[in-house]
């Protein structure tokens, strides 16, 4: 059976943006601001149950599609029409509410970073040790 990407008229690096911009909007409703919306988006347990329910919804849009993937009367835009029914019940009804909070309350780990680079050559020019101080 063909993949999604195929049965969509899309290339694979299309609908992996498509995807993860789905993410990303379905965690900005979830969440009250950018920050949450960010430590959301990069929470991996949220991520594996985001991706798991979208797998259900495709394998409804592969089974809905089965009988028509080669119709000729089936045009793009209706796979595509289709594959968003089937996964908008994603969007709009699910909302794990402890998987969220548990996002929201993880703290960034921030750490210093420290470079040194002892000897530098610039075009030829030996420069002297720099010490560099990210924050």
Not at 69 to 97: A, F, G
Not at 108 to 121: E, G
């Amino acid at each position: 059976m063909n993949t999604i990407n195929e049965i969509l008229g899309i290339t694979a690096e299309q609908f992996e943006l498509d995807r993860f911009n789905a993410y990303w909007k379905w965690c900005e409703k979830l969440t009250a601001n950018n920050w949450d919306a960010q430590k959301v988006v990069a929470y991996p347990p949220l991520s594996r149950y985001y991706n798991a329910e979208i797998a259900k919804c495709e394998a409804e849009f592969r089974e809905r599609m089965k009988n028509y993937q080669d119709s000729k009367t089936v045009t793009v835009m209706d796979r595509k029409r289709l594959y968003e029914r089937c996964t908008e019940i994603v969007h709009q009804t699910c909302r794990p509410i402890p998987l969220i909070n548990e996002a929201i309350r993880s703290q960034t780990v921030s750490k210093d970073l420290n470079m040194s680079v002892f000897c530098v050559a610039v075009r030829g020019v030996k420069l002297d040790s720099i010490i560099l101080r990210l924050n």
